[in-house]
C-alpha cells in the first residue's frame, strides 16, 4: 500500500534514506509527480535549494521511479545527506535557488576576458557555496585551460582559494613542505621525506592528498600504515611532539574549492598550467608553510612531458610563489619510468618500509629520490649548508633514524599496522627476449586501477623490471595483483588491448 500523506506545508517533504554514494556530487531524488516537482516545474537535472533545518545545500535533481520513493519522500545522495546533517524522517524543503551571481563572471571568462581578484573571490565564493552545477564546473575548468589564465589571474585564483578555506597557522619561523606534480607511478617520498626533515629538527606539518584517477595518493598509501583523518588539533598535537605528520588534507578543509575543481579537471584530462599552480600553491599557503620543494618528473608519459613544459611551469610556480610570500626550489626529476616496484597502496607501502628499515632489496631509485628532495628541504630551510643536504639525509636513513622518527609518527596520529597482501596475483611475462627500453607510466596506473587499486588497498602492480635491464622470452614484467577475480579480470582484458605497457627493444 503506498503512503500518501502530505504535509501542511506544500514546500515540504518527508526524508527518507537510500544510501547512494555519489562522492563529493549532492544529489536529491524525486518523484516527478510529487507535488513540490509539479508546483515548481523542476525537471531531471534542474539545480534545486535542498533546506532540512536551517542547513541548506544547492543539489542536482534525479528523478525517480514511485517504487523508490513514496509521493510524500525525498532522498539525498550521503555526500548531501552529510552536509546538512540530515536525520531518517526529517522535512525537506525544496525551492528555486537563488540566482548565481557570477554567473556574468563566468561567461565573460568563457569568452576571454581576464577576471581580476573580484571576480576570481566571487567565483570562488560560489563554487565553495555550492550553486556551480557540474556543468558550471566544466565550463569554467574548460576556459581556464591551457593558457588561458596569465601570471596575474593565477595569483587572484589562488589568493581567492586560499580565502575560501581555513588557514593553519604555526609558530614557528620555517614550516616546510615537499609536493610532486604527479604523473609519477610509485613516487611515493613523502613518508620517508617528512621523517628524514623531521628527524633533523625541521617541522613539517604534510597534508596530502587521496588519488582520484590514480592507483594510489599518498594519503591512500600511507593510510595502510596509520590513520590519517585527522582533524587540525590532533595535527597540531603530532606536529608539535614528533615534528612532522602525513594526514589526508581533505580533512582540514584547506583550500576546498581545490578539491571541487579537481573533481572536473581529471575527467576531462586537462593540462592546465595556471590551474595546477593555484591547486598546488593554495594548498600549501593554507597549510601555513613558508619553504616548499616541488618534484617536478618529466617524461614522455609523465603529466610534464618536456623540458620546455617543465620551465614554463617551474617559471608560473617561482612567480606565484613569490607574490604568496613561499620560498620554492623545484626540483626537476626524472619521469620516464615508475618509481620503486609498487604500484597501489599497500605495495608502495611495502617498497616505504623496506627503504626505512634499509632491506637489502629495497628499491634504490626510491631511497634516491627521497634523500634528494629531503636534502633540497633540508637546504631551502637552511638546516643545513648547500650541498650538504643528501649526507645528512643519508646519514638519517643509514643509521635508523628515520625509520625510528616514521614509527613515532605512526604511533602519534594512533598507531602503526601492517600493509595488507592481495588474495589474487597474475604474472605478466615478456612474449620475446629483448631490453627494456621504457614505460606507459598513464597504462600503468590504468592497469593497476582496473585490478582495483586504490580502493582494495592491497591491489596493484608490482614491477620485476626497470628501463635497460635485458630479458628472455617468458621472464616475469610484472605481477598483478587483486582482492577479486572480476578485478583481475578486467585488468587482463585491458592488458591484452594494450599489451606494449612494457616496451621491449628486440636483443641483438
Given at each position: 500500500?503506498?503512503?500518501s500523506?502530505?504535509h501542511?506545508?506544500?514546500?515540504t517533504l518527508?526524508?527518507?534514506?537510500?544510501?547512494?554514494d555519489?562522492y563529493?556530487?549532492?544529489v536529491i531524488y524525486?518523484?516527478?509527480?510529487?507535488h513540490?516537482?509539479?508546483?515548481?516545474g523542476?525537471e531531471a537535472?534542474?539545480?534545486v535549494k535542498v533546506?532540512v533545518?536551517?542547513r541548506g545545500?544547492i543539489?542536482?535533481?534525479?528523478?525517480?521511479?514511485?517504487?523508490?520513493?513514496?509521493?510524500d519522500e525525498?532522498?539525498?545522495?550521503e555526500?548531501a545527506?552529510r552536509?546538512v546533517?540530515?536525520?531518517?524522517?526529517?522535512?525537506?524543503?525544496v525551492?528555486?535557488?537563488d540566482p548565481?551571481?557570477?554567473?556574468?563572471r563566468?561567461?565573460?571568462?568563457?569568452y576571454?576576458?581576464?577576471?581580476?581578484?573580484?571576480?576570481?573571490?566571487a567565483i570562488?565564493?560560489?563554487?565553495?557555496?555550492?550553486?556551480?552545477?557540474?556543468l558550471?564546473l566544466?565550463a569554467?575548468?574548460?576556459?581556464?585551460?591551457g593558457d588561458r589564465l596569465d601570471?596575474?589571474?593565477t595569483?587572484a585564483?589562488t589568493?581567492a582559494?586560499i580565502g575560501?578555506g581555513e588557514?593553519?597557522?604555526?609558530?614557528?619561523?620555517?614550516v616546510?613542505?615537499?609536493?610532486s606534480v604527479?604523473g609519477?607511478?610509485?613516487n611515493?617520498?613523502t613518508p620517508l621525506?617528512?621523517?628524514?626533515?623531521?628527524?633533523?629538527?625541521v617541522?613539517i606539518?604534510?597534508t596530502?592528498?587521496?588519488?582520484?584517477t590514480?592507483?594510489?595518493?599518498?594519503?591512500?598509501t600511507?593510510?595502510?600504515?596509520a590513520p590519517v583523518d585527522?582533524?587540525?588539533a590532533?595535527?597540531?598535537r603530532?606536529?608539535?611532539?614528533?615534528?612532522g605528520?602525513i594526514?589526508?588534507?581533505g580533512a582540514?578543509?584547506?583550500s576546498?574549492?581545490?578539491?571541487?575543481?579537481?573533481?572536473?579537471?581529471?575527467?576531462?584530462?586537462?593540462?592546465?598550467?595556471?590551474q595546477?599552480?593555484a591547486?598546488?600553491?593554495?594548498?600549501?599557503?593554507a597549510?601555513?608553510s613558508t619553504h616548499v620543494v616541488i618534484d617536478?618528473?618529466?617524461g614522455p608519459?609523465?603529466?610534464?612531458?618536456?623540458?620546455?613544459?617543465?620551465q614554463?611551469?617551474?617559471?608560473?610556480?617561482r612567480?606565484?610563489g613569490?607574490?604568496?610570500?613561499l620560498?620554492?626550489?623545484i626540483?626537476?626529476?626524472?619521469g620516464?619510468?615508475?618509481?620503486g616496484?609498487?604500484i597501489?597502496?599497500a605495495l608502495?607501502a611495502r617498497?616505504?618500509?623496506a627503504?626505512f628499515?634499509?632491506?637489502?632489496?629495497?628499491p634504490r631509485d626510491?631511497r634516491?629520490r627521497?634523500i634528494r628532495?629531503?636534502?633540497a628541504?633540508?637546504?631551502?630551510?637552511?638546516?643545513?649548508?648547500?650541498?650538504q643536504?643528501?649526507?645528512?639525509a643519508a646519514?638519517?636513513l643509514?643509521?635508523?633514524?628515520a625509520w625510528r622518527k616514521?614509527?613515532?609518527?605512526?604511533?602519534a596520529?594512533?598507531?602503526m599496522r601492517?600493509?595488507?597482501?592481495s588474495?589474487?596475483?597474475?604474472?605478466?611475462e615478456?612474449?620475446?627476449?629483448?631490453?627494456?627500453?621504457?614505460?606507459d607510466?598513464r597504462?600503468?596506473s590504468?592497469l593497476?586501477?582496473?585490478?582495483?587499486a586504490p580502493?582494495?588497498a592491497?591491489?596493484?602492480?608490482?614491477?620485476?623490471v626497470?628501463?635497460g635491464?635485458?630479458?628472455?622470452s617468458?621472464?616475469?614484467?610484472?605481477?598483478v595483483?587483486a582482492?577479486?577475480?572480476?578485478?583481475?579480470a578486467?585488468a587482463?582484458?585491458?592488458l591484452?588491448?594494450?599489451?606494449?605497457?612494457?616496451?621491449?627493444?628486440p636483443?641483438?
Amino acid at each position: 500500500m503506498k503512503r500518501s500523506t502530505l504535509h501542511g506545508d506544500h514546500g515540504t517533504l518527508k526524508l527518507r534514506r537510500l544510501g547512494i554514494d555519489t562522492y563529493t556530487d549532492p544529489v536529491i531524488y524525486m518523484r516527478a509527480d510529487c507535488h513540490v516537482c509539479r508546483a515548481e516545474g523542476f525537471e531531471a537535472r534542474s539545480r534545486v535549494k535542498v533546506t532540512v533545518g536551517g542547513r541548506g545545500i544547492i543539489a542536482t535533481l534525479n528523478v525517480v521511479s514511485d517504487a523508490l520513493l513514496a509521493i510524500d519522500e525525498v532522498a539525498l545522495s550521503e555526500f548531501a545527506w552529510r552536509t546538512v546533517g540530515a536525520s531518517e524522517g526529517d522535512e525537506v524543503r525544496v525551492s528555486h535557488p537563488d540566482p548565481v551571481e557570477s554567473d556574468s563572471r563566468l561567461r565573460a571568462k568563457v569568452y576571454g576576458a581576464r577576471l581580476d581578484a573580484a571576480d576570481m573571490e566571487a567565483i570562488i565564493r560560489d563554487v565553495i557555496g555550492g550553486l556551480y552545477s557540474d556543468l558550471h564546473l566544466a565550463a569554467f575548468v574548460t576556459a581556464c585551460a591551457g593558457d588561458r589564465l596569465d601570471e596575474s589571474e593565477t595569483v587572484a585564483l589562488t589568493r581567492a582559494m586560499i580565502g575560501a578555506g581555513e588557514r593553519i597557522r604555526w609558530d614557528f619561523p620555517v614550516v616546510a613542505d615537499k609536493h610532486s606534480v604527479g604523473g609519477l607511478p610509485g613516487n611515493r617520498t613523502t613518508p620517508l621525506v617528512v621523517a628524514i626533515v623531521a628527524d633533523c629538527g625541521v617541522r613539517i606539518p604534510k597534508t596530502s592528498s587521496r588519488a582520484i584517477t590514480s592507483p594510489a595518493g599518498t594519503a591512500d598509501t600511507m593510510e595502510v600504515l596509520a590513520p590519517v583523518d585527522l582533524d587540525v588539533a590532533a595535527m597540531r598535537r603530532v606536529v608539535e611532539s614528533e615534528g612532522g605528520c602525513i594526514v589526508w588534507g581533505g580533512a582540514v578543509r584547506l583550500s576546498p574549492a581545490d578539491d571541487i575543481l579537481i573533481r572536473v579537471e581529471r575527467p576531462l584530462d586537462f593540462d592546465s598550467e595556471g590551474q595546477l599552480v593555484a591547486s598546488v600553491l593554495s594548498k600549501k599557503a593554507a597549510a601555513g608553510s613558508t619553504h616548499v620543494v616541488i618534484d617536478m618528473p618529466v617524461g614522455p608519459t609523465a603529466k610534464v612531458r618536456s623540458k620546455a613544459a617543465a620551465q614554463s611551469l617551474s617559471d608560473r610556480l617561482r612567480a606565484v610563489g613569490a607574490a604568496l610570500g613561499l620560498r620554492l626550489r623545484i626540483e626537476q626529476t626524472d619521469g620516464s619510468q615508475p618509481v620503486g616496484r609498487g604500484i597501489g597502496p599497500a605495495l608502495e607501502a611495502r617498497d616505504l618500509l623496506a627503504v626505512f628499515q634499509n632491506q637489502t632489496d629495497a628499491p634504490r631509485d626510491l631511497r634516491e629520490r627521497a634523500i634528494r628532495l629531503a636534502a633540497a628541504v633540508l637546504e631551502l630551510a637552511n638546516a643545513v649548508a648547500a650541498g650538504q643536504g643528501a649526507a645528512m639525509a643519508a646519514s638519517a636513513l643509514d643509521d635508523g633514524r628515520a625509520w625510528r622518527k616514521f614509527q613515532a609518527i605512526c604511533k602519534a596520529q594512533g598507531g602503526m599496522r601492517e600493509p595488507p597482501s592481495s588474495s589474487i596475483t597474475h604474472v605478466v611475462e615478456a612474449a620475446s627476449r629483448g631490453a627494456v627500453s621504457g614505460f606507459d607510466n598513464r597504462r600503468l596506473s590504468r592497469l593497476a586501477k582496473l585490478a582495483g587499486a586504490p580502493s582494495a588497498a592491497a591491489a596493484g602492480l608490482e614491477l620485476h623490471v626497470r628501463s635497460g635491464d635485458l630479458v628472455a622470452s617468458g621472464q616475469p614484467l610484472f605481477t598483478v595483483h587483486a582482492e577479486a577475480p572480476g578485478e583481475l579480470a578486467y585488468a587482463l582484458d585491458y592488458l591484452a588491448k594494450h599489451p606494449g605497457i612494457v616496451m621491449l627493444d628486440p636483443a641483438e
